[in-house]
């Protein structure tokens, strides 16, 4: 058939703090360029509230005139200088009774996740008074283009890639897709995976929640902790996020929970006092919550996931007022703010950063914003993450430092086909990725399973002699002429040793490479060490780890 590159299942998928941006260092007085305002984040979910605070377009001026999108057609949908594009899909025709056939969002998720990422700056923000203070997006001058993939029943894979599509088209700079299916894919028939390998070959980041050529977060605990009176209730986890209930309740930790209950059990008449409702700072955040995914990476066990963490707990955002805020249909509170976690949480987070990184560096690819993500990440504790790397990634993400990495690990769409052939694909699969008449070269060598990557992993049998070598290649663009010497950390049992161990550049652009070896063997089902190339300005860290196979 004329058009089609390939056919597969249309499976289902589901939708994966006012304080949360200063929590990780970001204050609303920051450094911007009159570049934020003509960035467009697509963003694809289950549609937006155009009513709400966060999106009035007071003081922006009309589109960026390389917009080449649309918000025509729609009953009882505006679109503004803010929001300047929204469309929705529904490849089957078939519409649940409560479903808008609107880009307008009855769910809230897509409005959040929009308002997290750009949402304008909003005083006196909350939910019942919990979260209280300026809410505000990553972006604020950012534009907004919405397209609404998810309905009440899930979002399916024929509308992702024709949102995709149509985003590419459009003239977006970066897509957010808080969305995934409950098991992994097949690059071939992953609609995120293929949209975004295309968007990427456009060169348009996508920020999401798996895959190799898109970025990847995971959910990171913020501080604040809130409470309510009323029913008591136990979370299940030890690190339980805020919930809302439709009833009066006081929704306590795993810990203070068992307290309670041990309590209830040693005397006949237990008493109790009912105090006003408080905020409270976790002390030991950040660390990553027990909802998020953990890697190793199912597709590719070379290839580190996820790339980092941002926050995704108890996080105040924009919300539909016609969806109930507790998840609960008999709950008829009607709110502009709801506070939600949720990996669907942290990915607007990267989402803003990456498009206040491209606010710097218009020309940047995609890969060497992730890199920049990557590389400038907060590194985190392995003591309170049993999981280390494939719980936190590189770390939390840090948007100061981020626009100015020193160096980025770049990698284009033809080192990503060469990697591909070496997965088990062969020229029939590749071309259901790619769309074109790309091949699987009987040239592809080993060294195509080696991606530029700003991250090393490794995976062997525990106790077997490793003897592995890893090469990559560095672009400048830090100062121009400058000298960057390897600084590695290694755990007892490991030799790593990086060739060469000085790289000297003369102009900015420049690339040059180095070879990482990795000797000796493991004891631990995980173990970590980094690199850090220093020229006493920039400090550029990859993670290494090293992995008994699962």
Same mark, same amino acid.
């Given at each position: ?28 007085? /920051?450094? =911007? ?70 880009? =307008?969002?009855?769910? %809230? =998720? ?39 993939? #998810?309905?009440?029943?899930? #979002? ?14 459009? %003239? ?9 299916? =409950? ?11 293929? %949209? ?69 059990? @040693? ?13 409270? $700072?976790? !002390? ?8 998020? @995914? ?37 709950? $008829? ?8 976690? %949720?990996?669907?949480? @942290? #990915? ?10 491209? @606010? ?23 003591? $309170? ?22 160096? /980025? ?23 259901? /990725? ?5 091949? #699987?070269?009987?040239? !592809? ?39 960057? $010497? ?40 995980? /173990? ?23």
């Amino acid at each position: 058939m004329d058009g089609v590159v390939s056919v597969f299942p249309n499976k289902q998928n589901e939708l994966h703090t006012t304080r949360s941006w200063d929590f990780i260092g970001f204050p609303k007085q /920051v450094d =911007r360029t009159t570049i934020e305002s003509h960035i467009i984040i697509g963003v694809l979910d289950s549609g937006i509230w155009p009513e709400a605070d966060s999106f009035r377009d007071k003081g922006f001026g009309p589109p960026p005139r390389k917009w080449k999108g649309t918000c025509k057609g729609l009953t009882n949908f505006t679109c503004n200088n803010k929001i300047i594009g929204a469309k929705y899909y529904r490849s089957n025709g078939i519409f649940e009774e409560e479903d808008i056939k609107s880009p =307008r969002d009855s769910d %809230g =998720r897509g409005t959040r996740v929009a308002s997290t990422a750009a949402g304008k700056i909003v005083s006196m923000a909350s939910l019942e008074g919990f979260g209280l203070g300026t809410a505000r997006g990553g972006v604020p001058s950012a534009r907004i283009a919405m397209y609404k993939v #998810c309905w009440l029943n899930g #979002c399916f894979d024929a509308d992702i890639l024709a949102a995709f599509d149509d985003a590419i088209a459009d %003239g977006v700079d970066i897509i957010s897709i808080s969305i995934g299916g =409950r098991y992994p894919k097949n690059y071939f028939t992953d609609p995120i995976a293929i %949209g975004a390998f295309h968007a990427m070959r456009n060169g348009i980041l996508t920020s999401a929640s798996a895959g190799n050529w898109v970025l990847i977060q995971q959910a990171s605990q913020t501080s604040p902790h809130a409470g309510a009176v009323g029913a008591v209730m136990q979370g299940r986890d030890p690190n339980s996020q805020t919930m809302a209930f439709p009833l009066p309740a006081s929704y306590l930790s795993f810990e203070n929970g068992g307290k309670i209950r041990t309590y209830l059990n @040693s005397t006949r008449s237990p008493t109790a006092t009912i105090l006003r409702s408080n905020e409270s $700072k976790d !002390t030991l955040a950040p660390y990553i919550a027990p909802f998020s @995914s953990r890697g190793p990476n199912p597709a590719a066990h070379n290839i580190l996931k996820p790339d980092l963490a941002a926050p995704g707990v108890n996080i105040l955002a924009a919300w539909s007022p016609i969806s109930p805020i507790s998840d609960v249909d008999v709950d $008829k509170r009607s709110r502009s703010y709801n506070i939600i976690s %949720g990996t669907s949480m @942290s #990915c607007p987070h990267a989402t803003a950063v990456a498009a206040y990184i491209k @606010s710097f560096h218009p020309t940047w690819s995609p890969t060497s914003i992730r890199s920049a993500l990557m590389t400038t990440a907060n590194p985190m504790s392995a003591e $309170k993450n049993p999981d280390a790397e494939f719980a936190y990634g590189a770390g939390n993400i840090n948007p100061l430092k981020a626009p100015n990495p020193g160096l /980025v690990y770049d990698i284009d769409a033809l080192d990503y086909i060469k990697f591909l052939c070496t997965q088990g694909y062969n020229t029939k699969l590749l071309q259901y /990725v790619t769309g074109d008449k790309s091949s #699987c070269s009987k040239e !592809t060598d080993e060294k195509s399973l080696d991606l530029n990557y700003p991250s090393f992993a490794l995976s062997t049998p525990p106790s077997n002699s490793i003897s592995h070598v890893f090469n990559r290649t560095v672009t400048n663009v830090g100062s121009s002429t400058s000298m960057y $010497k390897a600084i590695v950390t290694s755990p007892h049992g490991l030799s790593i040793k990086v060739n060469p161990s000085v790289l000297s550049f003369t102009s900015l652009k420049q690339k040059l490479s180095f070879a990482l070896t990795i000797e000796g063997t493991i004891q631990k089902q995980i /173990v970590s060490a980094s690199l850090i190339w220093d020229d006493g300005t920039f400090q550029v860290r990859s993670p290494i780890v090293v992995y008994g196979a699962f």
